[in-house]
């Protein structure tokens, strides 16, 4: 028989680190609550929101016990917050949910079935929706694997295939017992503490996909936006290349290594208006080749509006037509009339 020790253990924790959310976190933590069993708590880590959030997580904390809601005097940032969350946590498992995206009705009783005793992690696809959710942009971020699992010896094909879409973190489900027996501090400050911990040397030893998409991504509303040439032009292949586990082939088929010096990235961003004079004179230094860096500063200080047409025309007559690509752009500041009515007329 089980002990009443083990009976008050969940087999899975969902863990939450939010911050400034107040208006949209009821509706993922809804999305959660209907589905809660015995088997299952939520962990909310707030990292000292001046917006609405305590008053909101207050209500519920009235009528669920089952959560347990910890607000931070300061904000860490969000890889310690997600720390501290599964540090708190007492689940088996832990789910690193984000704070504004929502679960699919039986996301919860399919990943408590699918749960095995020799994972030690679990990735959940996701489809994508716009940021108000009314528009389904992309129908599932990973293709059907049929339930593939990965061992060590696969850790090259499972980091190239992966890799790009574990940058969402509300996909990972991991044992408790690997992510706190692991480095993590090394990681605060990159905003993928969960890359760092799946990844690191010796990487996670087996994983495992659930194919159907269990997440809603509400996609669009990342609170580092605003950050978005730095976080994805640097930060991110930083931190890929960092790994010694994996082969350069591997990595490169996760991103480039400078991905800043391809023009087509440096147009899509200046269409965004997140690539202007001032990252230009970050990268290239008062030494490098004229011939190098002449292109890369015509584009800087290309009209951002001129920028979003040409991205959106690129788009629209490649063979690869993609609607969160067009989403972006057609959510930029700098997209016009005449971008608007190009989507509308070509798409």
């Not at 994983?207 to 936006?225: F, S, V």
């Not at 990268?283 to 001129?306: D, H, V």
Request: glycine residues 4%; proline residues 4%.
């Amino acid at each position: 028989m089980m002990s009443d020790q083990n009976l008050k253990i969940p087999k899975l924790s969902i863990c939450i680190a939010t911050y400034n959310r107040g208006k949209f976190i009821a509706e993922t933590i809804d999305s959660i609550l209907i589905q809660l069993s015995p088997e299952v708590e939520l962990v909310v880590v707030d990292g000292a929101s001046p917006d609405n959030t305590q008053e909101v997580m207050e209500k519920y904390l009235l009528s669920y016990p089952e959560i347990r809601y910890f607000r931070e005097k300061e904000n860490s940032g969000v890889d310690r917050d997600f720390d501290k969350a599964v540090c708190y946590a007492k689940g088996e498992y832990c789910w690193l949910m984000t704070d504004d995206d929502l679960l699919h009705s039986d996301a919860i009783s399919t990943v408590l079935s699918s749960l095995r005793s020799d994972d030690e992690l679990v990735v959940v696809n996701s489809e994508v929706r716009s940021k108000d959710l009314s528009t389904l942009l992309q129908k599932q971020m990973l293709e059907p694997s049929s339930g593939r699992r990965y061992d060590y010896s696969e850790r090259e094909i499972f980091f190239a295939s992966t890799a790009n879409y574990l940058s969402f973190i509300g996909c990972v489900i991991i044992r408790r017992t690997n992510w706190v027996s692991r480095d993590r501090a090394s990681y605060y400050g990159t905003l993928f503490i969960h890359v760092g911990v799946i990844f690191q040397d010796p990487p996670v030893r087996s994983a495992r996909i659930i194919d159907k998409p269990l997440i809603i991504i509400r996609y669009g509303n990342a609170m580092w936006t605003a950050r978005s040439f730095e976080i994805w032009m640097f930060k991110w292949p930083e931190l890929i290349w960092s790994f010694k586990d994996y082969s350069d082939e591997a990595k490169r088929k996760v991103c480039r290594r400078e991905p800043w010096r391809k023009l087509k990235s440096l147009m899509k961003n200046r269409a965004m208006g997140s690539y202007t004079t001032n990252e230009y004179h970050k990268i290239w230094p008062s030494g490098t080749r004229k011939m190098e860096s002449m292109p890369a500063y015509f584009i800087c200080i290309l009209p951002a509006s001129i920028a979003n047409i040409i991205m959106i025309l690129i788009l629209l007559f490649s063979t690869k037509n993609k609607p969160r690509a067009l989403y972006d752009l057609l959510s930029s500041p700098h997209a016009g009339s005449l971008s608007h009515f190009l989507v509308k007329t070509f798409s």
